[in-house]
């Protein structure tokens, strides 16, 4: 059948015999009123009005509801005359219409895709979650009805299920539906599923286990398609993002092979969640065990929040790593040690980085010169500094700091007099070999090329700024990508 319906229900079939053995339906149907009456009982009359409803006779938990309905002393005779008479047919009726429409020429894949969706729209029209619930109280608290699991079964169903449970999120039926369809592996598909899924912590924990298996081990070609799977389901609220953060972090505990793939999909996942306009700057910073520094994380969090630097927090940030203490009094515990650095990966935040670069090389960004020194420092001390067991190698600080502060000098003239570039290209090369630097060059070309008063004052065309382009592509070609691609 169309429906799937397939005739009278086993139910149907056995109330039928019974309703045959005792007398044909004609004589049940015209008896005489003044024979016995069923007694006015609520109980009973909550029966009979389950018995009078349309098709009552089709429904699966009949047999067991006239069974109580007998038990408790209700006339057997009353109950069968009470499911006939409500018997329509009314799934015969559908099956027979839909197959007059197949002989006058349409194809059953139509017919099928008709009738679901019609049946769809009355489900979502008249669906009531306290009746829904009732279901598996009837059908007994440890047993799953069989006609939900033959549902989850078919991609348009579990649709219907997902959008019922977004509308009806307290609905315990549609609950214990959505984990039946995770734990069935149906959850190949997550944003048909977010809303509902996330409320499942079960189906949603095996949903993120699977995607970062599938992420670590696809192909580049299909990296995009997997981030954006992930994406969709963790970025949905602060609680989802917080537990794959907290899932990735445990990873790296004891497991340095996969500490590079945390990170980067760490800072993947705070980018894309930033992109949605949630602010998880908190729980980004207290995973990264900032919570023990005090000051810092409160400047942090000001900066990171609000998308902008300011002297007061930048100058915070300066006195927690302008450090230069003695091995042995870094060796210390930081609890009887107040001069000790932070650890230099509080500082390995790319929104910092993005915030810091756009202030020292945008040609609008107005620095204080009592602060600059500071902004270049936490500059690159971010992108030099790293951690080691005997504290931060400052190896690296000074000439970082030093190809900065010059790059960050000679796009400063060039912006007020583009005519000096000319003579400072040599120099600016050499710097661009810190990618800090490269960083800084490219946003300062894009702003510069694409401000409208370019071309009136400037007296040389594109090909110089165009040349700095090509340099830091044959430096860091993926850099460049990056940059114009966002």
């Known amino acids: 059948a169309y429906l799937d319906f397939g005739g009278l229900s086993a139910t149907g079939v056995l109330i039928g015999q019974i309703v045959m053995a005792e007398a044909p339906l004609e004589e049940l149907c015209d008896e005489e009123q ?4 069923e007694p006015e009982d609520s109980s009973f009359q909550e029966y009979m009005n389950a018995f009078s409803a349309k098709d009552a006779v089709l429904e699966p ?15 057997a005779d009353h109950g069968i005359r009470a499911l006939c008479k409500s018997y329509v047919g009314l799934p015969h009726m559908i099956n027979l219409m839909m197959e007059w429409l197949r002989l006058a020429g349409y194809k059953r894949y139509e017919l099928q895709n008709i009738v ?41 169903w579990r649709d219907l299920f997902h959008q019922l449970a977004e509308q009806y999120p307290d609905c315990l039926m549609l609950k214990f539906t959505i984990k039946l369809i995770a734990d069935a592996g149906y959850q190949g598909h997550p944003s048909s599923s977010t809303s ?17 298996k599938q992420i670590a081990k696809c192909s580049s070609s299909a990296l995009h398609e997997k981030l954006a799977e992930l994406t969709q389901s963790v970025c949905h609220s602060q609680h989802t993002y917080f537990y794959l953060q907290a899932m990735l972090q445990s990873l790296s505990q004891g497991h340095g092979t996969v500490e590079n793939f945390r990170v980067w999909l760490s800072q993947e996942m705070q980018n894309e969640v930033r992109k949605r306009k949630h602010d998880v700057t908190s729980i980004t910073l207290h995973l990264n065990g900032m919570g023990s520094h005090d000051k810092l994380f409160e400047a942090l969090t000001a900066m990171l929040s609000r998308g902008a630097l300011n002297p007061a927090d930048i100058t915070i940030l300066y006195r927690q790593f302008a450090n230069d203490s003695g091995l042995e009094e870094s060796k210390r515990p930081a609890a009887t040690n107040p001069h000790i650095s932070p650890a230099a990966t509080n500082l390995h935040i790319p929104r910092l980085l993005e915030l810091l670069v756009q202030t020292l090389f945008k040609p609008s960004s107005a ?24 504290g931060p190698n400052r190896e690296e600080l000074e000439a970082t700091k030093k190809a900065i502060e010059t790059a960050h000098m000679i796009c400063s003239r060039a912006s007020d007099s583009h005519a000096e570039l000319q003579v400072e290209v040599p120099t600016l090369f050499d710097c661009i070999r810190y990618p800090a630097v490269s960083m800084g060059v490219l946003l300062w070309v894009e702003h510069t090329l694409t401000d409208t008063t370019f071309f009136e004052v400037a007296a040389e065309s594109s090909p110089l700024y165009l040349a700095l382009l090509d340099e830091v592509r044959g430096l860091s070609s993926l850099l460049l990508l990056q940059h114009f691609h966002t």
């Open 34 to 37: 003044d024979e016995e009456e």
């Open 61 to 75: 938990s009949i047999i067991k509801t006239f069974e109580r309905y007998v038990d408790l002393g209700g006339s």
């Open 116 to 156: 679901e969706d019609h049946l769809k729209l009355l489900i979502v029209r008249n669906f009531d979650p306290k009746k829904a619930d009732l279901i598996f109280t009837e059908e007994g608290s440890s047993q799953m009805p069989p006609w939900l699991e033959d549902m989850i079964g078919f991609p348009s």
């Open 367 to 390: 620095i204080n010169p009592d602060h600059k020194e500071k902004y270049l420092y936490i500059l690159a001390y971010a992108v030099s500094v790293y951690d080691q067991e005997e």
């Open 196 to 212: 509902t899924i996330t409320h499942l912590p079960d189906s949603f924990a095996t949903l993120v286990r699977k995607t970062l």
